[in-house]
């Protein structure tokens, strides 16, 4: 599925919708949330960096190697949805879910709006998925 | 299954996010005072103390939704443009949640192509205001 490249007039509802793309957001990081909130609870530095450890792992293989070579992290797994390239419409690969990872940051730049970017853009992209040039679509 | 395969319009998008935000807008002073969060602040202000456009959005909202008009305004007057989206959009949006009118539909790309301009045009102005609001101009 070549998404951009075999249907250049899609709709916006060939797209993920903002809740859809919230709510997998919110079950990827529940995890790292939770094992943080252990490290720190624990009050002890080893343990928490042990935790702050594992959650970086939890990130690297759910975020990072799941997203990129299956196109779904665990969120997006749960909410029935896949993470492609616009260009090829396969998985990006790990180094670029990696990357769109770190992009992500330019979308807090400005008040969070790229973060909102969803609710309007056409192909529902983030600011990091047009740098990267990927979209999120339902299955 | 969590699919919402019902095509929204994207001021159905925007106006349902407003709703949301002004819900949370309305209990936003008590959480703080609970629990002492200072809130997100704008990372763009944070690293070099210049205002973004958005500056002043979530103040504005929790005035807005507790009718304090002037304080919205001052805070950041964009959020009066999405109250009228919102009060435009809310009476559809009902309308098609209860069978009254169709699905939204496309709009021809010209229009699109205008409303954009507009758009980039009102955030420019936002972005004078808050760097007037700020003492930069």
């Given at each position: 599925?070549?998404?951009?490249?075999?249907?250049?007039?899609?709709?916006?509802?060939?797209?993920?919708?903002?809740?859809?793309?919230?709510?997998?957001?919110?079950?990827?990081?529940?995890?790292?949330?939770?094992?943080?909130?252990?490290?720190?609870?624990s009050r002890n530095a080893i343990i928490w960096f042990v935790f702050i450890l594992a959650s970086l792992g939890w990130w690297i293989y759910n975020r990072c190697i799941q997203a990129g070579r299956t196109g779904q992290s665990l969120g997006k797994?749960?909410?029935?949805?896949?993470?492609?390239?616009?260009?090829?419409?396969?998985?990006?690969?790990?180094?670029?879910?990696?990357?769109?990872?770190?992009?992500?940051?330019?979308?807090?730049?400005?008040?969070?709006?790229?973060?909102l970017f969803p609710l309007w853009d056409a192909k529902r992209q983030t600011f990091a998925d047009k740098i990267i040039g990927t979209v999120v679509i339902p299955e | 299954m969590v699919v919402l395969r019902r095509g929204y319009s994207v001021p159905?998008?925007?106006?349902?996010?407003?709703?949301?935000?002004?819900?949370?807008?309305?209990?936003?002073?008590?959480?703080?005072?609970?629990?002492?969060?200072?809130?997100?602040?704008?990372?763009?202000?944070?690293?070099?103390?210049?205002?973004?456009?958005?500056?002043?959005?979530?103040?504005?909202?929790?005035?807005?939704?507790?009718?304090?008009?002037?304080?919205?305004?001052?805070?950041?007057?964009?959020?009066?443009?999405?109250?009228?989206?919102?009060?435009?959009?809310?009476?559809?949006?009902?309308?098609?949640?209860?069978?009254?009118?169709?699905?939204?539909?496309?709009?021809?790309?010209?229009?699109?192509?205008?409303?954009?301009?507009?758009?980039?045009?009102?955030?420019?102005?936002?972005?004078?205001?808050?760097?007037?609001?700020?003492?930069?101009?």
């Amino acid at each position: 599925m070549a998404y951009a490249a075999e249907n250049p007039a899609v709709s916006p509802a060939a797209y993920a919708n903002w809740g859809q793309r919230v709510g997998a957001y919110l079950i990827d990081y529940v995890p790292i949330f939770v094992l943080e909130l252990i490290g720190i609870v624990s009050r002890n530095a080893i343990i928490w960096f042990v935790f702050i450890l594992a959650s970086l792992g939890w990130w690297i293989y759910n975020r990072c190697i799941q997203a990129g070579r299956t196109g779904q992290s665990l969120g997006k797994k749960t909410l029935h949805l896949r993470l492609l390239s616009e260009k090829t419409g396969e998985p990006i690969g790990a180094g670029m879910a990696f990357a769109r990872d770190i992009c992500h940051i330019l979308d807090s730049l400005a008040c969070y709006i790229g973060w909102l970017f969803p609710l309007w853009d056409a192909k529902r992209q983030t600011f990091a998925d047009k740098i990267i040039g990927t979209v999120v679509i339902p299955e | 299954m969590v699919v919402l395969r019902r095509g929204y319009s994207v001021p159905e998008h925007v106006s349902l996010f407003a709703v949301g935000a002004a819900s949370l807008g309305a209990v936003y002073p008590a959480v703080v005072a609970h629990t002492g969060w200072p809130g997100l602040p704008c990372p763009l202000r944070t690293l070099t103390g210049v205002p973004c456009p958005f500056c002043g959005m979530t103040t504005a909202t929790v005035a807005l939704s507790h009718g304090e008009w002037a304080s919205a305004a001052a805070a950041n007057p964009l959020v009066y443009l999405v109250a009228i989206l919102v009060a435009g959009t809310v009476p559809v949006l009902l309308a098609r949640t209860v069978g009254l009118a169709g699905g939204p539909r496309p709009w021809p790309a010209a229009k699109r192509r205008r409303v954009r301009w507009a758009m980039a045009v009102v955030v420019a102005l936002s972005w004078l205001f808050q760097l007037h609001r700020f003492g930069f101009i």
